[in-house]
């Protein structure tokens, strides 16, 4: 099954999100670089208009033109590139490993978000497995983050608790 994700701008996936981005990286995966842009840009996917940039990310690229220009990225829109420049650091092959982990994380942030079936399978962009070993417990593969088991969580205010996932490698 291919990821269906919830609403493409949600603070809850942003949340989320930027939990998954500051844990990103392993020996086999590329950690955010720079680091501090990749995570503006994940709370910038919070809120707004999926055809068009809102003020909030415009000020976004007043503080950091990378940051607006992943968000740009992230959804395909056609901002002007002087608008949404780049840091002379970022390398090309850098840029689109950040955009793939913003892409991949913003799924799996979804996926959680969404929930699933005991044995359902996901696919994300890239070739990503997700499979849900129970309501709150995924394994993933590859494994893209450092250590050997990440939790996540979000306030849930219908329940009024925290709403929990762990994710594991596949086969650890």
Same mark, same amino acid.
């Given at each position: 099954?291919?990821?269906?994700?919830?609403?493409?701008?949600?603070?809850?996936?942003?949340?989320?999100?930027?939990?998954?981005?500051?844990?990103?990286?392993?020996?086999?995966?590329?950690?955010? +670089? !720079?680091? &501090?842009?990749? =995570?503006? /840009? %994940?709370?910038?996917?919070?809120?707004?208009? *999926? #055809?068009?940039?809102?003020?909030?990310?415009?000020?976004?690229?007043?503080? +950091? !033109?990378? &940051?607006?220009? =992943?968000? /740009? %990225?992230?959804?395909?829109?056609?901002?002007? *590139? #002087?608008?949404?420049?780049?840091?002379?650091?970022?390398?090309?092959?850098?840029?689109?490993?950040?955009?793939? =982990?913003?892409?991949?994380?913003?799924?799996?942030?979804?996926?959680?978000?969404?929930?699933?079936?005991?044995?359902?399978?996901?696919?994300?962009?890239?070739?990503?497995?997700?499979?849900?070993?129970?309501?709150?417990?995924?394994?993933?593969?590859?494994?893209?983050?450092?250590?050997?088991?990440?939790?996540?969580?979000?306030?849930?205010?219908?329940?009024?608790?925290?709403?929990?996932?762990?994710?594991?490698?596949?086969?650890?």
């Amino acid at each position: 099954m291919n990821a269906s994700p919830v609403p493409l701008f949600s603070p809850r996936l942003s949340f989320i999100l930027s939990q998954l981005v500051m844990h990103w990286g392993n020996r086999d995966t590329p950690r955010p +670089s !720079p680091r &501090a842009d990749v =995570l503006a /840009a %994940a709370f910038a996917l919070s809120g707004g208009d *999926t #055809s068009t940039p809102d003020t909030g990310r415009l000020h976004l690229a007043a503080c +950091s !033109p990378y &940051a607006a220009r =992943l968000v /740009a %990225a992230t959804y395909e829109w056609d901002a002007p *590139t #002087s608008a949404l420049g780049w840091p002379g650091l970022v390398t090309a092959a850098t840029h689109e490993a950040n955009l793939r =982990l913003l892409r991949q994380g913003s799924a799996l942030a979804s996926i959680l978000l969404t929930g699933g079936d005991i044995g359902m399978s996901v696919s994300l962009e890239g070739g990503a497995q997700v499979r849900w070993m129970d309501p709150t417990t995924c394994r993933l593969h590859p494994w893209p983050f450092e250590g050997r088991r990440l939790t996540v969580r979000i306030w849930d205010p219908r329940t009024v608790a925290y709403r929990r996932w762990t994710l594991l490698p596949r086969g650890g």
